[in-house]
């Protein structure tokens, strides 16, 4: 891997790096707190992955990347897993996406921004539990760990290409009471996708019954789509008192749901769904 970091070293831009640094919230208290960043942009990195792409993954030559406090380094790393996993979900010969999958478990407390959850949940956890027993995804979205939940509920819109809702929803109401802003944004942009690609009823009724205990951003996320009429109706609900059971966890640093010997890889879950 030397080569890359070379070439991402050489194409990394300071400018963009201060920019990146005031985006992803690396302050002290923040969720990106202590992040370093080189000043490559997602489109800067897919152009560097293309030759690895194509390419097994290997574990132990990608794992000191995703280590790594750089960024860049992690998101390259994720990007690569994520292309490789979108390719096997077609042919698997070698059960390559369940090594894919289970390094990306093992090693969630490094996938922890939300652009690295987003650019490689979807193919890699939805993927790979796409014919198989989706419990991993509750285990996940009842983690102490940020990125863990934010993991599973987005990880689910994989499901949708299929027409698949049931599992969506119920993550999402499980999430509905958590108390930080990142899972209100993840579900109900999932909740939004679920009505365009799927069924807008099923999401009216959905927010039927939520919409007056949802968080404010979750509600509107959900309900982009809508002509302005009906999102007047929504906003216009009178909210609940807010419960108890509202998650106050707001920093990213919480930890995963389990500890990974040397944060390599776990065991795979998930048998094939009869």
Known sequence: MDDLVRAMEAAASPENARALTRYFKVAPGSYGEGDIFIGLKLGDLRQLAKPYIA???QPDQWLPLLHSPIHEHRNITLVVMSERAKRLLKRDPDGELGVIYDTYLGN????????????SCGPIVGGYLL????SPLYELARSDLLWERRIAMVGSQTFLTRGETSDLYRLAEILLPDGHDLIHKAVGWSLREAGKK???????????????TMPRTALRYAIEHFDST?????????????????????????????????????????????
């Open 131 to 134: 014919d198989r027993d989706r």
């Open 230 to 274: 009906e999102r007047h109706h929504y906003l216009s609900i009178p909210r609940a008192p807010a419960s108890d059971s509202v998650r106050g966890r707001s920093a990213g640093h919480e930890k995963p749901r389990r500890r990974v010997p040397g944060d390599i890889t776990v065991e795979r879950s998930g048998a094939v769904k009869k």
């Open 198 to 212: 799927v069924d807008r009823d099923e999401l009216r009724r959905f927010l039927d019954q939520h919409a007056s």
């Open 108 to 119: 969630t407390r490094y996938v922890n921004n939300w652009d690295l959850v987003d650019v």
């Open 55 to 57: 390419e097994v993954f």
